[in-house]
C-alpha cells in the first residue's frame, strides 16, 4: 500500500520553481545605446569638449555658407581652405607646443616675414633654393633657441622675450629692404605654381602636403613620445614636473625652437604664395595663430590641448573669411570681429571647463 502511494521516479530533473531560474530578458536599446553614450561622454569632456565645439563650429558654418552661396559646397572650395592657410597651420602647430607648456609667441609673424625677406635677397643674388629653405628653417631654429635660453636662463616672462624677438625679426627686414622683393627663381617659381591633382577636377599644392607631414609629426611627437608627455606635464604643473625628474628645462627651451622652425617653415610657404618678400608682410598673424590655437582648444594656462584641435581652429578662421569673400559686401575686417568674438567665446568656455575640471 504504502509502495502505491510513493511518487513514480523518472531520469528527469526537477522543474525549476517559477522565478528561481535565470531570467531571460529582451533585448533592449540600452545595450547598445551604452557605446554610444559613452563616445558622447568623451566628446563633451572637459578635455575634449572644446575641439568638438571646435569641429561642429566649422561643420555649422560651412553648410550656412553652403546654403546661402552658390557653389560653396564645392569640393574645391574646402581644399582651398588648406591651400590658402597652409602657412598658418604651421605656424599654428608650433604655437600650439609653445601654448601647452604655458608660455607664448609673439615674434611668429615678424620671423614669417624675416624668412620671407632673406629667401627673396638671397635668391635674387642667384642662390639655389635648396640652399635657401634649410638655411632659413636653421636660422629660425636658432632665433628660437635664443628666445627660449633667454627665458630659461636668464627667467624673462615669455611674453617680454618673444616681444623683443619681434621687434628684432620686424627690425632686420627693414635691414635687408624697405620695400618688396620680388622672386624670379625659375625653380622656385615652378615648385611655387605647381598643383597636385586629387582627380574630378580637384588639386592641391605641395603646401598643403608640407603642412599635413607637420601636423602628422606633431600629433606623433605630442603623444606618442617621452618629449611630447613632458610638454603637458609642463602645462599641468612645471613644479609637480620637476618632481617627477621630467627635463622641464630642456623641453621649455625645445618648444620654443620648434615654433621657430615652423616660423620659419611657414614663412616659406608664405613666400610660396606670395613669391615676393616684404617688411610688412604678415603683421598681426601671431595673433591669428594664437586664435586658432585658443579657439581649437588649447588652454591658454597650457596642459590641455591638440594639435588637431589647432587644425580645426585654423579652418574655422578660413571658412569665415570665404564667406566673407563670397558675400562680396563685407570689408575684410569683419574677418577680425567675427575672430574677436569667437575668440572671447572661446576663453569664456575654457574658463567654465576648468573650473568644472576642478
Known amino acids: 500500500m504504502t509502495k502505491l502511494l510513493e511518487a513514480p521516479t523518472t531520469n528527469h530533473p526537477p522543474r525549476p520553481r517559477r522565478g528561481t531560474g535565470p531570467a531571460r530578458t529582451a533585448p533592449t536599446g540600452r545595450g547598445r545605446r551604452r557605446p554610444l553614450a559613452a563616445a558622447l561622454g568623451v566628446l563633451t569632456s572637459p578635455k575634449y569638449g572644446p575641439v568638438t565645439v571646435t569641429g561642429l563650429l566649422f561643420v555649422a558654418i560651412f553648410v550656412i555658407g553652403g546654403f546661402r552661396y552658390r557653389g ?116 622656385f617659381i615652378q615648385l611655387a605654381v605647381s598643383r597636385i591633382p586629387l582627380g574630378a577636377g580637384l588639386s592641391i599644392t605641395p603646401s598643403v602636403i608640407i603642412a599635413l607631414v607637420v601636423v602628422g609629426i606633431a600629433v606623433w611627437v605630442l603623444h606618442g613620445t617621452r618629449f611630447g608627455r613632458t610638454v603637458y606635464a609642463i602645462g599641468g604643473g612645471e613644479q609637480s614636473g620637476l618632481l617627477m625628474g621630467l627635463p622641464v628645462a630642456r623641453t621649455k627651451v625645445l618648444v620654443y625652437v620648434i615654433s621657430g622652425f615652423c616660423s620659419g617653415l611657414a614663412g616659406v610657404l608664405f613666400t610660396f ?47 569665415i573669411q570665404t564667406i566673407i569673400t563670397f558675400e562680396g559686401t563685407l570689408s575684410s575686417w569683419w574677418t577680425k570681429i567675427f575672430i574677436g568674438a569667437l575668440l572671447l567665446v572661446f576663453i569664456i568656455l575654457q574658463k567654465v571647463l576648468t573650473a568644472r575640471r576642478r
Open 72 to 187: 560653396f559646397f564645392s569640393g574645391q572650395v574646402f581644399l582651398n581652405l588648406f591651400v590658402d592657410n597652409a602657412y598658418l597651420i604651421v605656424l599654428a602647430v608650433g604655437m600650439t607646443f609653445v601654448i601647452l607648456t604655458g608660455g607664448i609667441d609673439l615674434s611668429v609673424g615678424a620671423v614669417v616675414a624675416l624668412s620671407g625677406m632673406i629667401a627673396a635677397s638671397l635668391l635674387q643674388t642667384g642662390w639655389s633654393p635648396g640652399v635657401v629653405i634649410p638655411l632659413i628653417l636653421v636660422l629660425t631654429s636658432i632665433l628660437g633657441l635664443l628666445v627660449g635660453l633667454m627665458i630659461h636662463v636668464f627667467k624673462v616672462q615669455p611674453f617680454i622675450a618673444t616681444l623683443a624677438a619681434m621687434f628684432l625679426a620686424r627690425g632686420l627686414c627693414y635691414v635687408i629692404s624697405q620695400s618688396s622683393i620680388s622672386i624670379t627663381d625659375p625653380t
Open 273 to 319: 604664395y606670395t613669391l615676393s618678400g616684404y617688411p610688412l608682410t604678415a603683421i598681426g598673424t601671431e595673433l591669428d595663430a594664437i586664435a586658432a590655437v585658443v579657439i581649437g582648444g588649447t588652454l591658454l594656462t597650457g596642459g590641455y590641448g591638440f594639435v588637431l584641435g589647432s587644425v580645426l581652429g585654423v579652418l574655422v578662421l578660413g571658412v
